[in-house]
C-alpha cells in the first residue's frame, strides 16, 4: 500500500488562469446584454415601454434607500416562502391520497396537467381578475410548485418496495398510513 499522496489521483483544483478566463466570458455577457438592452431602449424612446439600465438602476438605488421598499420585498418573499411551502405540504398530502387510491390520481390529473402547461402569466391575470394582488406571490408560488411536489412525491412512494409495505403492516402497523411515513424517514 503506498501511502505517498502525491501518487493518489485527486483532482486538481480549477487553475486561476481557467477561473479568471471564464469570470471574462460572464462579464463579457452581461455587458453585451446591456448594451442590446440600452440599444432597444433607445430604439423604442419610451422609457415607460423601456427603461435604459441606467434608469433602471438610478430609480432602483433611490427606493432601496427608503423603508417602503424593503417592507414590501420583505412582505413579498414572506408570501413566496408561504406558498412554497402551503404546495409542499398540498403536494405531499395529495400525492399520499393519490398513491392509497388511484381514484384520487384519475381525479388530480387534469388539473395538475394543466398547472404544468399554462404559462405562469396567464394564472397571474386570472389571480388578479379574481382576488386582487395582496397574495398573489403565495398563489403563483403555490401553483408553480404544487405540480412538482407532487410528482415527486408521487415517484418517491410509487417506489417504495412492497416487501416494506407488507412487512410492516404484518408487524401491527397500518397499511395506511404508518408503511409511508416510515419508509420516508
Request: hydrophobic residues 55%; contains cysteine.
Amino acid at each position: 500500500m503506498n501511502d505517498n499522496v502525491a501518487d493518489t489521483p485527486l483532482r486538481r483544483p480549477k487553475s486561476r488562469s481557467l477561473r479568471h478566463r471564464k469570470a471574462l466570458w460572464i462579464a463579457a455577457a452581461v455587458v453585451v446584454w446591456l448594451v442590446m438592452w440600452q440599444v432597444v431602449a433607445m430604439a423604442v424612446g419610451q422609457e415607460i415601454v423601456l427603461a435604459s439600465p441606467w434608469q433602471v438602476l438610478v430609480v432602483l438605488m433611490h427606493l432601496v434607500g427608503t423603508a417602503e421598499f424593503w417592507a414590501v420585498a420583505w412582505t413579498t418573499a414572506w408570501h413566496i416562502i408561504i406558498g412554497f411551502v402551503a404546495a409542499l405540504i398540498l403536494g405531499t398530502v395529495l400525492a399520499w391520497s393519490a398513491s392509497v387510491n388511484r381514484g384520487v390520481e384519475a381525479f388530480l390529473a387534469p388539473p395538475l396537467r394543466v398547472m404544468r402547461s399554462v404559462p405562469v402569466v396567464s394564472f397571474i391575470i386570472l389571480l388578479l381578475i379574481w382576488g386582487g394582488s395582496s397574495w398573489l406571490a403565495a398563489e403563483v408560488a403555490c401553483l408553480m410548485v404544487l405540480p412538482v411536489a407532487y410528482d415527486n412525491v408521487a415517484q418517491g412512494l410509487s417506489h417504495v418496495p412492497t416487501e416494506l409495505r407488507d412487512s410492516e403492516y404484518a408487524a401491527g402497523g397500518s397499511k395506511v398510513s404508518d408503511s409511508y411515513s416510515s419508509s420516508c424517514r
